[in-house]
T-cell receptor, first 112, second 110 residues
Framework: ETGVTQSPTHLIKTRGQQVTLRCSSQ?????VSWYQQALGQGPQFIFQ???????GRGNFPPRFSGLQFPNYSSELNVNALELDDSALYLC???????????FGPGTRLTVL | AQRVTQPEKLLSVFKGAPVELKCNYS??????LFWYVQYSRQRLQLLLR??SRESIKGFTADLNKGETSFHLKKPFAQEEDSAMYYC????????????FGQGTILTVHP
C-alpha cells in the first residue's frame, strides 16, 4: 500500500463556497500533482508543486490554487465553487518533478 | 496539444482469451507513455511505463511511434484482471503533467 493520503474522504459544499483539500505525499517524495476526475472521465491535470513552487498548470481557472509545505504535503484550494467542480480530486506524489507514480485515494467533492 | 484516445469504453473477454486494450496518442515530440489500472475500490496505480520495457502481471505494451499507439496486451486474461485501465502520456516541458485517456473497463468472464 502506498503512503499517499488525502483528506477528507468526502465533502459536500454549496455553490459559491470555498474548499480546501489536503494531501500527504509518499515519504521522501518532493513533488505533488493534483488531478480532477469527473464521473466517467479520466483524470485531468490541475497543477504540480515541486519543492514548494508551482511547476506546471493545466487548463483550470485561477480560482483553483495550491500550496506545498516544507514537509511536501500539499493543499488544493477552490474558491467560488461551481456545480461542475463536483468530482473526485486525486493527488499523486513522485520524486524530482517526475510523473505521479503514487496516487492517493482521492477526495470526493459534491457541490450542491 | 497532447491527447490520448482509448476508443473502447467497455471490453469483455473470457478467461484465458487474449486481451488488447487500445490506446492512441497525439503528441509532437517524444512522449513517455504509461498504463494505469484501478481495481474495484482501490486507488489508481501505475501498471507499466514504456521506457521500462517490462511485463507486469503478464501485461506488455509496445510504443509504436509510426501508428502513435501504445496498446496494452495480455495473452491469457484472468478474472482478477477485471478493472478500469487508463492510458496516459507525459512529455516535453510538461513532463510532470499526465494526460489521461477516458479509460477502458475490462471485464473478464469465468
Amino acid at each position: 500500500e502506498t503512503g499517499v493520503t488525502q483528506s477528507p474522504t468526502h465533502l459536500i459544499k454549496t455553490r459559491g463556497q470555498q474548499v480546501t483539500l489536503r494531501c500527504s505525499s509518499q515519504s521522501g517524495h518532493n513533488t505533488v500533482s493534483w488531478y480532477q476526475q469527473a464521473l466517467g472521465q479520466g483524470p485531468q491535470f490541475i497543477f504540480q508543486y515541486y519543492r514548494e513552487e508551482e511547476n506546471g498548470r493545466g487548463n483550470f481557472p485561477p480560482r483553483f490554487s495550491g500550496l506545498q509545505f516544507p514537509n511536501y504535503s500539499s493543499e488544493l484550494n477552490v474558491n467560488a465553487l461551481e456545480l461542475d467542480d463536483s468530482a473526485l480530486y486525486l493527488c499523486a506524489s513522485s520524486l524530482e518533478g517526475l510523473t505521479g507514480e503514487f496516487f492517493g485515494p482521492g477526495t470526493r467533492l459534491t457541490v450542491l | 496539444a497532447q491527447r490520448v484516445t482509448q476508443p473502447e469504453k467497455l471490453l469483455s473477454v473470457f478467461k484465458g482469451a487474449p486481451v488488447e486494450l487500445k490506446c492512441n496518442y497525439s503528441y509532437s515530440g517524444s512522449p513517455e507513455l504509461f498504463w494505469y489500472v484501478q481495481y474495484s475500490r482501490q486507488r489508481l496505480q501505475l501498471l507499466l511505463r514504456h521506457i521500462s520495457r517490462e511485463s507486469i502481471k503478464g501485461f506488455t505494451a509496445d510504443l509504436n511511434k509510426g501508428e502513435t499507439s501504445f496498446h496494452l496486451k495480455k495473452p491469457f486474461a484472468q478474472e482478477e484482471d477485471s478493472a478500469m485501465y487508463y492510458c496516459a502520456l507525459a512529455g516535453g516541458t510538461s513532463y510532470g503533467k499526465l494526460t489521461f485517456g477516458q479509460g477502458t473497463i475490462l471485464t473478464v468472464h469465468p
